[in-house]
C-alpha cells in the first residue's frame, strides 16, 4: 500500500525541486574547511536528490549515502554517476533505509549530515530512535551536522494530532520538539554542541517552518 509519505518523496515533481535546490552554503563552508585528516568517511542521512552527496563526493570526501524513498535513491545514483561516480561504486554507496535502523557497523562515520530530516518521524520515541541510531554510527568525537524543523513557529496549514506531531495539507506526519528539547535529546547520547544552535524561519516546499541548525560533537 503506497502512503502519502511514499507518494509525496517519490513523486517527480519533489524529485526535481530536490535536485533544483543546490547544497546549503554553510554545509558547504563546514566541509571545505574541515579537518580531512580528522574527518574523512561522511554519511548523508536522507539524502534527498543527492546535492549534499555530490558536494561532499567533489571535495573528497569517502561518501556514503541513505534515503528510505526509491526514488531519492535513484536521483542520488544518477547524480553521483554524473559527477564522475562509478555505476558500481555508485550503488554500493547509496543504500534504501530508514533512519531508525542504518546498516552500518557502530562507529563507522567522522561525519554526519542531516539536513531536513529528523523532523520526519512519526513520534517524539521515533525521533529519539534516530537521533540515537546516528550517534551509534559516529565515531568518537564525530560530529552530527543537522538541521530540522522545529516549534518555534507553527504554521497554519499544520493540524496538531497531539504529542508533538502534525499533519501537512499535503497529509506528511512530522514531529516538531523545541530547540532546548532535541539538544537534550541528542545530550543523552553523548552529543553536545560544538558552536552556536541557531533557530530561524524559512520557506519551504510544503510551506513556512521554523529550523533549528547547529553542529553536535560526540563526545569519546
Excluded at 536528490?49 to 573528497?60: H, M, V
Aim: hydrophobic residues 40%; contains cysteine; proline residues 3%.
Amino acid at each position: 500500500m503506497k502512503t502519502k509519505e511514499n507518494i509525496f518523496w517519490n513523486d517527480p515533481t519533489t524529485i526535481a525541486w530536490f535536485n533544483n535546490e543546490p547544497a546549503p552554503e554553510y554545509w558547504k563552508k563546514f566541509f571545505e574547511a574541515a579537518d580531512k585528516t580528522k574527518i574523512k568517511k561522511v554519511l548523508d542521512l536522507g539524502c534527498g536528490a543527492g546535492r549534499n552527496a555530490q558536494l561532499l563526493y567533489e571535495l573528497g570526501y569517502d561518501v556514503y549515502v541513505c534515503d528510505l524513498f526509491d526514488g531519492m535513491v535513484t536521483a542520488t545514483t544518477q547524480r553521483l554517476i554524473k559527477a564522475g561516480m562509478s555505476l558500481e561504486e555508485a550503488r554500493g554507496r547509496v543504500a534504501k533505509t530508514s533512519m531508525l535502523h542504518l546498516p552500518y557497523q557502530s562507529c563507522t562515520f567522522d561525519a554526519i549530515v542531516s539536513n531536513g530530516v529528523y523532523h520526519n518521524a512519526f513520534s517524539v520515541e521515533e525521533l529519539e530512535q534516530s537521533v540515537k541510531e546516528s550517534a551509534r554510527v559516529l565515531g568518537p568525537e564525530g560530529f552530527l551536522c543537522f538541521n530540522l524543523f522545529s516549534s518555534a513557529t507553527i504554521a497554519s496549514d499544520l493540524v496538531n494530532l497531539g504529542e508533538n506531531v502534525y499533519l501537512t495539507k499535503e497529509g506528511l506526519l512530522m514531529v516538531l520538539v523545541t530547540r532546548d528539547h532535541f539538544l537534550s535529546l541528542a545530550g543523552k547520547y553523548g552529543l553536545v554542541p560544538t558552536g552556536e544552535t541557531i533557530e530561524y524561519e524559512r520557506e519551504v516546499s510544503t510551506g513556512k517552518r521554523s529550523v533549528i541548525r547547529g553542529i553536535l560533537q560526540k563526545k569519546s
